[in-house]
């Protein structure tokens, strides 16, 4: 399989770290087996549930991860623990995501894990690399050219099928054909599809499926294929071809999928062939997370996955390193409002995290002065030592940044488009580039020998470029151009300090060599000014400070969100928004829009029963609790999934709160009411010290649950529904002496180890 290897995986994938990661990453620079000198190293350091996934190994394994817990963290250290303990071979490794940057990134950090050689890529990247291999043996002949835009493709198309499409059109028409081949809808049965989906279709149906037939001609006629048929090809090469599909599965042993709650069907098709056959596959998701539907995204297989592969081990993070308990407590609170099938299997996250400042609200009479007095805060913000790039303001449509664009440059304070042209790209990086590659070659450049320092060998390289110390005033091309320029400075300051605490050198060669790597990997160095980005092109990202702007009705739920699961993934997209901030967060609307005109707005429902002075009578849904479910049953050994049966008459249980009862309402309740008192008063004083919602501690089924049981030992309590390894953490010994007749005490955490020591003797 050598020389297939080669021509499948290609060398080891281009590498890059990041900096500062909130689950103890740092810049990391240096031998790649740096902490990792032992398979067991590699679990250093991860929560409980974290190193459950790592030492996971075996499939099918489905990680549930909610936002700021860690995920990426916790596969690629099972990635490399499975490396270093011998049970992977890196070669047999592949991970895939949905970007470039995320790929890029878990490339690093295996890298700094000595989990070199496995490969991490997108769907596409990993697709292409194997329809470029196996297209002259299946099919005959080179690989048809890669159309790397359709836009002018689609406007051919349209001008051929008789139809005037204006421009603003084409990028819908586009986004429409894209979503019938990933949903693997052909051009005739496109019609029928938008009318049984309910999708709102940009135009007449029946001229979409005519601008679609024409442009899968178009393409044909030409030789090329687009992105998606990428896709299609492979899949259909490995459908086609048995012996093909078992020399990829041969290669491929291990499978891990991270955002798996975004796959569309046709991906999910192709990760069916790679994973057929014994391949041990690990997926990674958040439900609540889903926020690409109008792409052809699916919560349904992450969903799914259980019933799929009732052997499956399940594991739950919802340890929060990221946000505040303010902010969590707000994102949690967005949840528990929400309907539907993402929201009945909603994690409700606990936060990790020291108290910060409580989330602010405000309501501006227009859109400009909302704008104007975000710029205002954003100022202070960094006159207290907030970085610019550590913070972030956040809209519904890109259309919405002009006015933030010019209220930052009126105040004079830099920032950056989420979406813009790719750091590497830009023709002043690309030059600054080759300044220093050749500053590096050269063994007596005049312009670097006056500093010992790398960093100040960089800045006198730049300055013939125009780096000063200083940034340009005012804002525009000069000031985008001093931005990048300034971001590879502070990289190579970055990289000299982390190489010189490791005890290696740093010159300009090696900085050259991570330039290079960084390129590959497109992991750009960090720009110093203020994020402006969608709420869509801020999913993966994270900031100190998150201003979330424009929050009315219309906007967020946009307009044509018109179905009951259309407004829940707009609320599921504000949600993926105060889950960007780590401490600081506002959320702001205007009545209207510009200065004077008519106060009709209204602030998103989303915000209803969470904002001072708005109240909510709808229903609110229960989050999932961390822990690990191994197999088919949960790690108590009690079943997960199957009928549950009444303890009192035996009848079939179907309703969410008999089934943790373990009886129906109606018959009769052994319950001890004095427990169940104490219990509820011991609640209420430990939601007083967290500053949260009873139910968080425990909801009042559980009590009931608990006060009919009456456990006596840790092992008996971890059977009760609603009690997970969390909570049994952190309340287990209260509970337990309370069930006793006892009060809790300070000594109550000895208590509970002493329990655990006890069952693990029993055991």
């Known amino acids: 399989m050598g020389g297939m290897q080669e021509q499948l995986l290609g060398l080891p994938d281009g590498h890059g770290d990041r900096y500062g990661t909130p689950s103890g990453g740092g810049a990391h620079y240096g031998a790649p087996h740096g902490p990792a000198s032992s398979a067991e190293a590699v679990l250093a350091g991860l929560d409980p549930e974290q190193r459950a996934v790592a030492t996971a190994l075996q499939g099918p394994v489905c990680v549930l991860a909610g936002a700021g817990t860690g995920k990426t963290r916790a596969i690629t250290h099972r990635i490399a623990y499975g490396v270093r303990s011998g049970v992977y071979q890196p070669q047999q490794v592949l991970a895939v995501t949905f970007t470039a940057r995320a790929a890029g990134e878990m490339r690093g950090r295996l890298r700094q894990l000595g989990a070199e050689g496995v490969q991490a890529r997108t769907f596409h990247s990993a697709a292409l690399r194997q329809l470029q291999y196996f297209w002259p043996r299946a099919i005959g002949g080179e690989v048809p050219r890669l159309l790397e835009r359709k836009v002018q493709l689609v406007a051919e198309a349209a001008g051929r099928s008789g139809l005037r499409v204006q421009r603003t059109e084409l990028r819908d028409l586009t986004s429409e054909i894209e979503w019938a081949k990933v949903t693997q809808i052909v051009p005739d049965d496109y019609p029928a599809a938008v009318l049984k989906t309910g999708r709102e279709a940009p135009r007449d149906p029946a001229e979409i499926a005519r601008v679609y037939a024409t442009y899968e001609q178009t393409k044909r006629d030409r030789g090329v294929i687009d992105f998606e048929d990428v896709l299609l090809l492979t899949a259909a090469i490995l459908e086609d071809r048995p012996e093909i599909a078992e020399r990829v599965r041969a290669q491929y042993r291990h499978l891990t999928v991270d955002e798996y709650q975004d796959v569309s069907p046709l991906q999910q098709r192709l990760l069916e062939q790679w994973s057929t056959g014994g391949a041990s596959l690990c997926v990674v998701g958040d439900a609540s997370q889903t926020i690409y539907s109008f792409t052809g995204a699916t919560p349904d297989h992450l969903l799914n996955f259980r019933h799929r592969h009732p052997e499956a081990t399940v594991v739950k993070l919802v340890r929060d390193y990221r946000s505040t308990p303010q902010v969590v407590h707000l994102a949690n609170g967005l949840l528990a409002k929400a309907r539907g099938q993402a929201a009945q299997h909603r994690l409700e996250l606990v936060s990790q995290r020291e108290a910060g400042p409580a989330p602010v609200y405000v309501e501006y009479a227009d859109e400009p002065t909302e704008a104007e007095a975000t710029a205002r805060e954003i100022r202070a913000l960094l006159g207290r030592g907030v970085r610019a790039s550590e913070i972030a303001v956040l809209f519904r449509t890109n259309g919405q940044s002009e006015v933030y664009e010019q209220a930052l440059a009126d105040l004079g304070i830099s920032y950056q488009l989420k979406g813009a042209e790719r750091f590497f790209e830009r023709p002043e990086v690309r030059d600054a580039v080759m300044l220093v590659r050749g500053a590096a070659r050269a063994s007596d450049d005049p312009l670097t020998a006056d500093s010992p320092a790398l960093a100040g060998q960089v800045r006198a390289v730049l300055a013939t470029r125009g780096f000063t110390p200083e940034p340009p005033s005012g804002s525009g091309t000069v000031r985008e151009r001093w931005e990048s320029l300034a971001a590879l400075v502070r990289l190579a300051e970055e990289f000299e300090t982390a190489r010189r605490e490791a005890g290696q050198p740093a010159d300009l060669a090696a900085y050259v060599t991570e330039l290079d790597a960084r390129a590959a990997a497109q992991h750009a160095p960090a720009v110093e000014g203020v994020t402006l980005a969608s709420l869509h092109a801020a999913k993966g990202l994270e900031w100190d400070a998150v201003f979330l702007v424009g929050l009315t009705e219309g906007t967020l739920p946009i307009i044509y969100a ?202």
């Open 562 to 763: 018109k179905t009951d699961e259309q407004i829940e993934e707009e609320r599921r997209l504000l949600y993926v928004g105060v889950t960007r901030a780590r401490v600081h967060l506002s959320l702001s609307w205007a009545l209207s829009r510009s200065p004077g005109g008519r106060a009709g707005r209204k602030p998103t429902r989303f915000l209803d029963g969470l904002r001072p002075g708005s109240s909510y009578s709808g229903p609110t849904s229960r989050g999932g609790r961390g822990g690990v479910e191994q197999g088919a049953e949960r790690s108590g050994g009690r079943k997960v999934r199957g009928p549950v049966k009444c303890r009192v008459c035996d009848k079939t249980l179907t309703e969410a709160v008999e089934r943790k009862l373990r009886r129906c309402e109606s018959c009769p309740s052994d319950m001890d009411e004095a427990l169940y008192e104490r219990l509820r008063e011991w609640r209420s004083v430990q939601a007083k010290k967290q500053g949260a919602p009873a139910y968080v501690v425990f909801t009042d089924a559980t009590l009931m649950a608990i006060a009919e049981a009456v456990p006596s030992s840790e092992r008996e309590l971890a059977l009760i529904s609603g009690v997970g390894a969390m909570k049994l953490d952190k309340y287990g010994a209260d509970v337990l002496l309370l069930c006793a007749g006892e009060e809790p005490t300070d000594e109550s955490e000895a208590t509970v180890e002493g329990l655990r020591g006890e069952s693990e003797e029993q055991a």
